[in-house]
């Protein structure tokens, strides 16, 4: 195969890696001199590993799969044709980002109360995030204006008996739900709901 001897590509500028929840996204600016249509090769740090199965033409890249507090690190290059041989530019600088965990469970949902004799008991629906830690439940007198936990960590059931809420006062519960992370992230609050013990 005969290539054509011509300069290589410059590499892509501003090169940038952010995150959600469950991906990662690599995005970068075409090469100032970019005179031909170009695409590019995402690796990750090193080289090694090239993440995309075929060259993009797009500026971006999103890689499924996020691992919180472990750094990992990415470079482009450009790639330019010549018939069907390809060739690429050098890396782009190196971006790296170590993940952190800020990603709130949802409020939990259908919760309930009934007023028995000495207590009230509550009951709502399960969370579903795999890091899920536990739920605190909440209570202020009602109006309700300050809730305030009334568990001192996070129970993993998804029901709670009251026993020192005294009968007839009339008061205001949510649930909100905590995930694993250090320090944890906590949901809002689930729908207000009021009860009283007998």
């Keep these: 195969m005969v290539l054509p001897l011509i300069a290589l590509p410059a590499p892509p500028a501003d090169v940038a890696v952010k995150f959600t929840e469950t991906a990662l996204t690599i995005t970068w600016s075409a090469p100032a001199a970019a005179t031909v249509t170009t695409a590019y090769n995402v690796y990750s740090a090193g080289g090694a590993a090239l993440l995309n199965p075929a060259p993009l033409t797009a500026a971006s890249f999103e890689r499924a799969g996020v691992s919180f507090g472990t750094e990992e690190c990415f470079v482009v290059r450009t790639v330019i044709a010549h018939g069907a041989a390809t060739s ?3 890396p782009s600088p190196t971006q790296c980002v170590t993940p952190t965990d800020v990603f709130a469970p949802a409020a939990p949902t259908g919760l309930s109360a009934v007023g028995v004799a000495g207590a009230v008991n509550l009951i ?17 007198e009602a109006p309700g204006d300050t ?11 998804t029901t709670y008996r009251d026993t020192t809420a005294q009968p007839g006062v009339r008061y205001v519960y949510a649930v909100v ?6 320090p944890p992230n906590t949901s809002p609050q689930s729908a207000r709901v009021e009860e009283s013990a007998r």
Aim: charged share 30%.
């Design 147 to 157: 809730l305030q936990a009334i568990t001192a960590t996070p129970i993993r059931e």
């Design 124 to 140: 709502w629906e399960a969370n579903r995030e795999s890091d899920l830690g536990g739920y605190l439940i909440l209570r202020g």
């Design 177 to 182: 739900a905590v995930d694993r992370a250090v």
């Design 88 to 90: 690429e530019s050098d």
